[in-house]
């Protein structure tokens, strides 16, 4: 399994341009999840998925916009980039326990890193 | 505001010693917390959890401790090996409305172990 893939893995972008990045996974998990990873501030939760069709803000949504098609993918769309914008990015996926119960045990793809100049 | 938060950027420990990172959080209401380890270039990867009904749990080499009282939490990591040396995070999980987890994560140590 290949667990979970982003593409691409590098990408510059020049201000106001719009890119997309690409989450898949393949354990068959309900959630996904993207965050921003910046020096010194840990990972950020922008935008989560709890199911196929669903999506719902993080803590740093503004300026994102994310799309859940398929339950195997994660859309996060950038429409006008900004250089506050630049960061690491990483997708992650979890499964449910059962009833009532989430497990914190997130599975983290290698990241993307995005610079906006 | 809430936080979760290290108390060090930085640890050295020589191969072979104990290492013990700390981290604080400042929501009593907190009830879920899980440490992950980042090796440079790659993403987080899930160590150990701990729930707030215990005090201690154990993995392989690796011990979480979380005090309530005082809102601290610490991974031990026992015999620390070279391939030890990472970032590692404390989060604590706060599930968001209708499913999903939400992790906030502190800041981040970086361990060095030194040969």
């Known amino acids: 399994n290949a667990g979970v893939t982003q593409t691409p893995k590098f990408r510059v972008l020049k201000t106001g341009q719009s890119m997309t990045l690409l989450c898949a996974q393949d354990?068959?998990?309900?959630?996904m999840y993207w965050y921003r990873q910046d020096p010194g501030m840990g990972l950020r939760l922008i935008h989560y998925?709890?199911?196929?069709?669903?999506?719902a803000k993080g803590e740093v949504p503004d300026g994102y916009n994310v799309s859940r098609l398929k339950k195997q993918n994660f859309l996060l769309g950038l429409e006008s980039a900004a250089p506050s914008q630049t960061s690491v990015y990483f997708c992650?996926?979890?499964?449910?326990?059962?009833?009532?119960?989430?497990?914190?045990?997130?599975?983290f793809g290698e990241g993307s890193r995005l610079t906006v100049l | 505001g809430e936080s979760v938060g290290l108390h060090l950027p930085t640890l050295s420990v020589q191969e072979g010693d104990n290492s013990i990172i700390n981290c604080a959080y400042s929501?009593?209401?907190?009830?879920?917390f899980i440490w992950y380890k980042q090796e440079s270039g790659k993403g987080p990867q899930f160590i150990i959890d701990?729930?707030?009904?215990?005090d201690k749990r154990q993995g392989q080499r690796v011990t979480v401790l979380l005090n309530k009282t005082v809102k601290h939490l610490s991974l031990q990591i026992a015999a620390t090996q070279p391939g030890d040396s990472a970032v590692y995070f404390c989060?604590?999980?706060?599930?968001?409305?209708?499913?999903?987890?939400?992790?906030?994560f502190g800041t981040g140590t970086q361990l060095k172990v030194e040969l």
């Open positions: 992650a996926s979890s499964y449910v326990i059962g009833a009532g119960r989430n497990t914190g045990e997130l599975f």
């Open positions: 354990m068959n998990h309900e959630y």
């Open positions: 998925s709890v199911g196929e069709g669903t999506t």
């Open positions: 929501n009593s209401a907190s009830d879920y």
């Open positions: 701990i729930r707030s009904n215990m």
């Open positions: 989060a604590e999980n706060r599930e968001g409305s209708g499913g999903g987890n939400k992790l906030t």
